[in-house]
């Protein structure tokens, strides 16, 4: 029956006050933290930085065979085979072996169950391809094995650049794949992206090696320029603790030195091999290297334990900063490189809120006076509903700071074509009831109970179609089908508890009122 308990209508009523003064905080500043929110404006809207990144791959490649080299070693050390004069040339890796072993090699590539040589289970080809040629075989990776590489480089990089952007604290970036060796990045509201994309183009790999006069180093050696100066100096590339055992760093000032450093804390495995380090090396200097360029290199005096210490190099604070910041936040699995840069000025953005404003205010307009014309007070009822609901619809919007982008915007337009057409169902179906029965409260309570079928089937639809766009769209897309998600609910609510509310209270008072609709 056409009936609101005092209770009900008390809650409708405090739920859309609330929603109207969340919805009013984009307009007006409030001193509570709750409703001192807004809606974020996505890049379309607001303007703001455009970058396409590209992941150089190569190095991930021969850092990836560099440490196959340990693991052939080990496994055929365990066979009591032999690997001799193995050696890395570009993308391939070659080794020779006695005659005597030579068919036990290729066996252990090419066994379909191969610890060494994985993937076939998965994909029906080994991860490494191997060719043999007087007793010297040469190694490099399948096309498998360079697909899954890259993939996984692709998913490293993608979470090591969202790190680094939330670290900055830019509002509601947009970070996506593109392709297998492409990421694009959106800043809303960032006009500048030269520290950005100072901090996307390092790939923050921090080694700690030790500094040598050998040049015939049994794990090799290499010469390495200091960050800030033309010396050089020849480091051993046995890498004797990396960023990956980093808990955390911090910038700081050095009392004794009244420099600015970088104070770093080590983990378990980490604190462990540099305590060991420190303690065999005494004596030795150790070189901090971060993407190939030597930050520093002090003298070992004594042995470190603790698992912390500090990185010295003439910074600044900004950019002592910046350095923890990309070690906290971890070393890139490649290089980065921009080969795609827009700014997306503000004005472009004011002038897409503009269009879009003017496309709500007009569909609005038309709507409305339509509305009214053909269902007379009922119709001023749902422009009163409408109104309420793009209200509610905005305070969740900006409850939960969602990005506002202009697709976000025509969601927000198809809501309320929506929202009139539920309207439009229940009175045309009340209408029919009205045909034949006399008793209005009768008539317009079935009208809303047989037309709620196909209001909650239409709008159930709709929903499903906009949570698959949100799931697997990108950018714009996940704008329009947040909007037009959020949308649905708002307007099952407002039909069925403003508008229905407002019903009962005409009808109620006119109950014998003939053509009441």
């Known amino acids: 029956m056409l009936y609101f308990s005092k209770l009900r209508i008390v809650f409708i009523t405090l739920i859309s006050l609330f929603f109207i003064i969340i919805a009013s905080s984009n307009l007006f500043k409030f001193d509570n933290e709750l409703l001192n929110k807004k809606i974020n404006l996505g890049l379309d809207l607001q303007g703001g930085s455009y970058l396409l990144l590209e992941i150089d791959n190569s190095p991930v490649i021969e850092q990836k065979l560099q440490n196959l080299t340990i693991t052939i070693r080990n496994y055929f050390k365990e066979k009591k085979i032999q690997i001799k004069n193995i050696k890395i040339e570009g993308q391939n890796l070659s080794f020779s072996v006695d005659e005597k072993f030579k068919q036990t090699v290729l066996d252990v590539f090419t066994d379909e169950e191969s610890d060494l040589n994985p993937y076939y289970q998965r994909f029906k080809t080994h991860q490494l391809d191997i060719a043999e040629e007087n ?197 890139l699995p490649a290089p980065l490189n921009i080969i795609e840069e827009r700014t997306v000025g503000p004005d472009l953005g004011q002038d897409s809120i503009n269009a879009g404003i003017i496309a709500l205010a007009i569909g609005f307009f038309l709507v409305v006076v339509f509305i009214f014309i053909k269902y007379k007070i009922f119709g001023l009822i749902t422009n009163i509903t409408l109104v309420l609901n793009l209200f509610i619809l905005i305070g969740i919007l900006t409850l939960f700071e969602a990005t506002l982008t202009l697709p976000g915007i025509a969601g927000i337009i198809l809501t309320v074509g929506m929202a009139v057409d539920a309207n439009v169902l229940i009175f045309e179906r009340i209408k029919e009831e009205l045909k034949n029965e006399k008793n209005n409260l009768i008539a317009f309570d079935s009208g809303y109970t047989k037309s709620k079928t196909a209001i909650l089937d239409a709008n159930i639809t709709t929903l499903l179609a906009a949570m698959i766009l949100f799931f697997m769209g990108s950018g714009p897309i996940k704008g329009f089908s947040l909007t037009l998600g959020v949308g649905i609910f708002t307007t099952l609510f407002s039909v069925y508890f403003i508008a229905r509310l407002l019903t009962v209270l005409y009808v109620s008072k006119n109950k014998d009122k003939e053509n009441l609709i």
Not at 176 to 197: H, Y
Not at 279 to 304: E, N, Y
């Open 135 to 331: 007793n010297l075989f040469a190694v490099n990776y399948s096309r498998q094995g360079i697909i899954e590489l890259k993939t996984s480089s692709q998913d490293q990089a993608l979470e090591i650049v969202r790190r680094r952007i939330d670290e900055i604290g830019t509002n509601e970036p947009n970070i996506l794949k593109r392709g297998n060796d492409r990421i694009l990045v959106e800043l809303p509201g960032l006009d500048d992206p030269m520290r950005i994309k100072s901090l996307l183009g390092k790939t923050a790999n921090l080694t700690f090696r030790f500094v040598t006069n050998n040049t015939e180093d049994s794990f090799g050696a290499e010469k390495l320029n200091y960050e800030n100066s033309d010396e050089e100096a020849i480091v051993s590339k046995r890498i004797i603790l990396s960023g990956d055992n980093l808990l955390d760093a911090q910038p700081r000032m050095n009392n004794e030195t009244n420099e600015t450093v970088v104070s770093f804390t080590l983990d378990r495995v980490g604190a462990k091999r540099f305590g060991k380090a420190t303690s065999t090396g005494i004596g030795k200097q150790l070189a901090i290297v971060l993407d190939g360029k030597i930050i520093s290199a002090p003298v070992i005096r004594d042995t470190i334990a603790s698992g912390s210490g500090q990185i010295s190099g003439g910074f600044t604070f900004q950019s002592a900063t910046d350095l923890a910041l990309l070690l906290r936040s971890g070393a």
